[in-house]
């Protein structure tokens, strides 16, 4: 059974769908594609259906990264099925662990930025939404660093699942 991730923001068009284009072409690149599911949602619904915002698109395709994605609503019924719930801000993360039907479902939700030892203590990655292409690129920088050691825990997780 593959170890699932599931990135989770606001409306799923900017910040998560990056994270998870981002995160899925690492554990590519890691040789774990087999192995690990990477995807994303948001908390609200009001994209559902939707592309990623065209910015987040343009700065993944600048970066080398599909932007291929449908915006959709995280349910509470999914934390069953995944191992690992990342969200985007301290927001996204108490909305997460008040939806979750168990504590162990609620210790499954985890910020991004945790991963990255050079974020000390500012671990929310900003909405860029209202603001103009700068914020998607910094989104971009934030999530990049961060994956570096998401992909180290998630492998370390895989490695460790009886075969």
Same mark, same amino acid.
């Given at each position: 059974?593959?170890? +699932?991730?599931?990135?989770?923001?606001?409306?799923?068009?900017?910040?998560?769908?990056?994270?998870?284009?981002?995160?899925?072409?690492?554990?590519?690149?890691?040789? !774990?594609? @087999?192995? *690990?599911? =990477?995807?994303?949602?948001? #908390?609200?619904?009001?994209?559902?259906?939707?592309?990623?915002?065209?910015?987040?698109?343009?700065? !993944?395709?600048?970066? @080398?990264?599909?932007?291929?994605? $449908? $915006?959709?609503?995280?349910?509470? &019924?999914?934390?069953? +099925?995944?191992?690992?719930? =990342?969200?985007?801000? #301290?927001?996204?993360?108490?909305?997460?662990? +008040?939806?979750?039907?168990?504590?162990?479902?609620?210790?499954? *939700?985890?910020?991004?930025?945790?991963?990255?030892?050079? &974020? @000390?203590?500012?671990?929310? =990655?900003?909405?860029?939404?209202?603001?103009?292409?700068?914020?998607?690129?910094?989104?971009?920088?934030?999530?990049?660093?961060?994956? =570096?050691?998401?992909? &180290? #825990?998630?492998?370390?997780? *895989?490695?460790?699942?009886?075969?």
């Amino acid at each position: 059974m593959p170890y +699932r991730v599931c990135f989770v923001c606001t409306g799923n068009i900017c910040r998560s769908p990056m994270a998870e284009s981002v995160f899925r072409a690492r554990v590519e690149e890691a040789g !774990l594609a @087999g192995l *690990v599911e =990477v995807d994303s949602a948001g #908390t609200g619904g009001w994209h559902e259906g939707d592309g990623a915002d065209p910015r987040t698109v343009s700065v !993944l395709a600048a970066a @080398g990264y599909d932007g291929d994605h $449908a $915006a959709r609503q995280f349910r509470a &019924a999914w934390f069953a +099925r995944l191992d690992l719930v =990342v969200a985007l801000d #301290t927001g996204h993360l108490k909305a997460l662990r +008040r939806l979750a039907p168990t504590p162990q479902d609620a210790d499954k *939700v985890r910020l991004l930025r945790s991963y990255d030892p050079a &974020a @000390g203590t500012d671990l929310d =990655v900003p909405d860029p939404y209202y603001g103009g292409m700068d914020g998607f690129e910094e989104c971009l920088e934030m999530v990049e660093a961060a994956s =570096v050691g998401l992909l &180290a #825990t998630v492998q370390t997780e *895989v490695e460790g699942r009886p075969v």
